[in-house]
């Protein structure tokens, strides 16, 4: 992926270093979550478009909700220049503002850019106390992308999945979901939800899920067409990203069976399907999951 010299973003919080982001002991209660659950939940949160805190509680078998905290945090302050990693990030989310920024112009509306932050251990979020172990994700509720940069080196090791492409794929996901924030559909979703059998639920979650892939592959097209960023062999990488999260491939790897009705995030040829549409198409209409007939 070409990504060297293009321009960064501003919208770039690093926490590091701060010192956890304060209280709490650990989220329900303190109740422990065992290893098994938490390698699912760290590739599996990072897609997912409700509070990752929620979807360990939901996987560790519990049904409270994780108490807001919002902790008083050290001033924001920018990445070091010399940090390779915390640059690329910032390139990223600056391609993704120069593409959302005119996509939403384009039909009369304004895209407010979400900040991302870095952290490590644990910090303080609208949505709770995010730690690493819940891999990275959004919070509707700050309207903030929160990462652990040591999830990427996870992410090679337990699921053989690397580059710079895919590593922009994350986020750009991530971004996803904040556009299905500003466009109210995350909102919708969250709210039939709550009316909804478990089965029901899950079945919207996934149509969020696949939608904000699809949005991650629209990012991908425009970055593409106007700025040149794919090399060979990257969509290659994102497509094995998606794969590798699939809810299929992660319950067989996690309990080795597979239980469709289970499904929160869609299938790795699901997953794949819809970054390729995104990525082939370049449309926001093209990712209309919801109205889908077929996954």
């Not at 979020?125 to 990427?152: H, R």
């Not at 580059?163 to 556009?179: K, L, M, P, S």
């Not at 106007?226 to 990488?237: F, K, L, P, T």
Request: charged share 20%.
């Amino acid at each position: 992926m070409k990504w060297e010299g293009n321009r960064e973003s501003d919208n770039v919080e690093d926490r590091r270093g701060d010192g956890g982001g304060g209280g709490g002991g650990l989220p329900f209660g303190g109740r422990s979550i065992g290893l098994g659950t938490v390698a699912v939940a760290l590739v599996a949160s990072y897609f997912l478009g409700i509070n990752p805190l929620t979807m360990l509680d939901m996987l560790s078998g519990g049904g409270g909700q994780a108490p807001l905290q919002q902790q008083q945090q050290a001033p924001a302050h920018k990445p070091p220049p010399e940090d390779q990693m915390a640059r690329f990030v910032s390139t990223v989310l600056a391609d993704t503002e120069d593409t959302w920024g005119p996509l939403f112009a384009a039909s009369g509306k304004q895209y407010v850019r979400p900040k991302l932050v870095l952290f490590s251990g644990r910090t303080a979020t609208a949505c709770g106390t995010g730690q690493t172990a819940t891999g990275p994700f959004y919070c509707p509720g700050d309207q903030k992308v929160y990462i652990d940069l040591s999830f990427y080196e996870l992410m090679k090791q337990r699921f053989k999945v690397s580059g710079n492409f895919a590593q922009a794929y994350v986020i750009a996901h991530e971004v996803g979901h904040h556009v299905q924030h500003l466009l109210g559909i995350s909102d919708k979703v969250d709210a039939a939800r709550r009316n909804a059998t478990e089965k029901q639920a899950n079945a919207m979650s996934v149509r969020l899920e696949l939608q904000a892939d699809c949005f991650a592959g629209v990012w991908a097209y425009h970055a593409n067409q106007a700025r040149h960023i794919i090399e060979d062999g990257d969509i290659e990488e994102a497509l094995n990203a998606a794969s590798a999260i699939g809810d299929d491939a992660l319950q067989r790897q996690a309990r080795g069976e597979v239980v469709p009705d289970s499904f929160t995030h869609g299938t790795s040829a699901q997953r794949v399907a819809w970054f390729k549409r995104g990525i082939t198409e370049g449309q926001v209409s093209a990712c209309n999951t919801f109205a889908a007939k077929q996954l």
